[in-house]
């Protein structure tokens, strides 16, 4: 099966930029998350998706990060304005439940490396 | 506050040998344990997980133990390859996964 597909790879920006990032997860899985790796750190989850509805974006920075996941298959991440702290490794995964007291595994991406100057 | 904790940066094994990469915890409700692969410049990769029923899971070469009553998973490696120098991710599924800093293994051959 085709893993989960993330573009770009990489990106370059100035603070104060926008910058948006895209997934598609494994076909068939309505669960879909994004992470944001910090150097040095482990994944942190940003945003999960069920479908096409949230469950779980307690974690995301609102003022200035968003995502949609509006047909419940793609999704996009964006930073808007970036500062020099967002520069990490945008991870997104997809599993084919939900994770909450699952044991379903997380599929990830490749990511996406920013890097803010 | 870090849940999931790997205090380990990294380990050194000669090829052949037993690789023990431990992780502690500190939520007693998480359900279930898992273990990622990450190789440079890509996503992690699932290896191997375990109920909190449980206190042993094998697949092959890889095996996990939980002691519940210490917070404490490990995964151990038998043999080690050059193949499994990677980077090692424990993670704790309660409401949300929850991971450790990541331990890198080196397998020197």
């Known amino acids: 099966e085709a893993g989960v597909a993330q573009s770009p790879r990489y990106k370059i920006i100035e603070k104060r930029q926008s910058v948006a990032f895209w997934c598609n997860p494994i076909?068939?899985?309505?669960?879909l998350y994004w992470y944001q790796q910090i150097l040095g750190q482990g994944p942190k989850l940003l945003i999960q998706?069920?479908?096409?509805?949230?469950?779980?974006d307690s974690q995301l920075p609102k003022d200035r990060f968003s995502a949609e996941r509006l047909k419940g298959v793609d999704s996009t991440l964006k930073i808007q304005p970036a500062k020099l702290e967002d520069s990490a490794v945008y991870l997104c995964a997809s599993s084919l439940e939900p994770t909450q007291g699952g044991n379903s595994p997380l599929h990830f991406g490749n990511g996406t490396r920013l890097t803010v100057t | 506050d870090q849940q999931v904790k790997q205090n380990s940066p990294s380990l050194s094994v000669q090829e052949g040998r037993i690789s023990i990469l431990n992780c502690d915890y500190t939520n007693s409700m998480f359900d279930y344990f898992l273990w990622y692969k990450k190789y440079p410049a890509e996503g992690p990769t699932f290896l191997i997980s375990?109920?909190?029923?449980?206190d042993k899971n094998e697949d092959g070469r890889f095996t996990v133990f939980l002691n519940k009553s210490a917070k404490h998973l490990s995964l151990h490696i038998v043999p080690s390859q050059p193949g499994d120098s990677a980077v090692y991710f424990c993670a704790a599924s309660g409401n949300q996964f929850y991971f450790g800093t990541g331990t890198s293994l080196t397998v020197i051959p």
């Open positions: 076909s068939g899985h309505a669960t």
């Open positions: 375990i109920s909190s029923i449980k």
């Open positions: 998706f069920q479908n096409n509805g949230v469950v779980d």
